[in-house]
């Protein structure tokens, strides 16, 4: 069941749709308009799938045009709605417009909800809101969660009706995450749209567009996904505006929830630091990382090895996590090389969700202490290492029993580590070595 949000700016509707979730995925804040791509998720105990619009707005043309475009659309699709008007504010020309436009593109159950009503002395007349169409308004406060037994009863109703599960409710649980993280202007959003195989991203020739993390399960090349477009990240000293500042954090906290992070970069521009850090943060959380060569069409074809090496190394340098970073070249604007993309990034979630037989480790590490023997200690005293396992994935970690001396140093741990990311196909792996001193039986 799919149910919808909707309603003119600054009525709550993102407030309302976090309370539902129980997440804080829509953007919050007083200002008018934040909310501008449709954002989907769960309800909170529930296996109905509720979106967030952006507010209903009369424009011709810009974003506010756009955001109201795949409001409407959402609408349409629906098999509810819950339209929000601000009690303390009443009813308004444009909640009147707006609600006769509802009427006109679902013949889905409406539900009227009267959002701020926690204080009755800044209530405007309730009686007004008839006028919309939708009966008896439902009245809450979003911020406070109070009101909400009528929401869940009008929605409990619904399912009960609408008893063929849709798409896109259940099993998200089971779905590949994969957030789409890049400075602005690069090509999320068209990214997003290609895989998606509609428009459900607003894409514009400026950076800042898309404010919101936005996750939208679908399916592609044969895998069940969500996949998250995110806000673009800019270095903090270009940051001015607390709204954007919102969408930052927003978007790094999408690597935590992410099981593949694609760091989409400019293939027309060179790689700047902050793209470094990005990436250093998604190997850190352990997570599958792939570089999103975008615009790769644009390049002048002589330069494209050139231009590929150089990334290559710049990675390979910064990092100590990973063997081979994965970097792929790709046009979302004409679809070249992200099926291609896809194919790998499942072939490594498939490789990062499996365990090593530990009898397969340990013939591994043998032969690689074999070809060449841990050096001496500080104190000059032999290093033994007796017993490998893997203790975890995300990152991929791997305890390593040790006799004798345990400060091995980076240099030999980065030879393990390369080592047996080369047997097991793990070069594109976040690899975490722990040292463990073995226990003295005679102790």
């Not at 909707?6 to 129980?22: C, D, E, I, M, V």
């Amino acid at each position: 069941m799919k149910i919808v949000i909707a309603g003119r700016p600054n009525t709550g509707k993102s407030t309302l749709f976090n309370a539902l979730t129980g997440t804080r995925d829509a953007l919050v804040h007083d200002r008018p308009g934040v909310t501008r791509d449709t954002i989907g998720g769960v309800v909170a105990n529930r296996d109905w799938e509720i979106m967030d619009t952006a507010g209903l707005e009369n424009a011709r043309t810009g974003i506010a045009h756009d955001s109201t475009d795949m409001a409407v659309a959402a609408i349409a699709e629906s098999d509810a709605v819950l339209f929000v008007v601000d009690g303390r504010v009443g009813l308004t020309d444009e909640d009147l417009n707006w609600a006769r436009m509802v009427r006109r593109k679902t013949k889905s159950p409406v539900l009227l909800v009267v959002n701020k009503s926690e204080s009755a002395s800044r209530m405007a007349d309730l009686n007004d809101f008839y006028k919309l169409g939708f009966g008896e308004p439902v009245l809450i406060s979003a911020e406070h969660k109070r009101g909400f037994d009528a929401l869940y009863e009008f929605m409990d109703k619904i399912a009960g009706e609408n008893s063929e599960k849709k798409p896109g409710n259940a099993g998200n649980n089971s779905r590949i995450k994969i957030a789409v993280l890049g400075q602005p202007n690069v090509g999320k959003s068209t990214f997003v749209n290609r895989v998606l195989g509609q428009k459900r991203q607003i894409v514009e020739d400026a950076p800042g567009i898309t404010r919101d993390t936005v996750k939208i399960p679908t399916k592609f090349y044969g895998r069940d996904i969500v996949i998250m477009d995110t806000a673009g990240l800019r270095r903090k000293a270009g940051v001015t505006d607390d709204v954007e500042t919102l969408s930052a954090l927003k978007s790094l906290d999408a690597i935590e929830k992410a099981d593949v992070v694609i760091l989409m970069v400019d293939a027309t521009r060179d790689i700047e630091n902050q793209a470094l850090g990005i990436a250093g943060r998604v190997y850190d959380a352990g997570k599958i990382l792939c570089v999103a060569l975008n615009k790769w069409d644009l390049v002048e074809p002589e330069l494209r090895d050139e231009k590929l090496l150089k990334l290559k190394h710049q990675f390979t340098n910064s990092f100590h996590q990973i063997i081979k970073p994965m970097i792929l070249a790709v046009s979302a604007e004409t679809g070249t090389g992200v099926q291609n993309m896809f194919r790998r990034i499942y072939e490594q979630y498939d490789l990062a969700n499996a365990t090593v037989p530990t009898s397969l480790l340990n013939r591994i590490v043998e032969k690689l202490v074999e070809t060449r023997q841990p050096p001496m200690s500080r104190l000059k005293r032999p290093m033994k290492i007796k017993f490998a396992r893997q203790i975890g994935r995300h990152p991929m970690r791997i305890a390593i029993n040790v006799g004798g001396a345990s400060d091995i140093p980076e240099s030999y741990t980065r030879y393990l580590r390369r080592g047996i990311a080369t047997e097991l196909k793990w070069e594109h792996l976040p690899i975490v070595i722990e040292y463990k001193k073995a226990e003295n039986p005679f102790d």
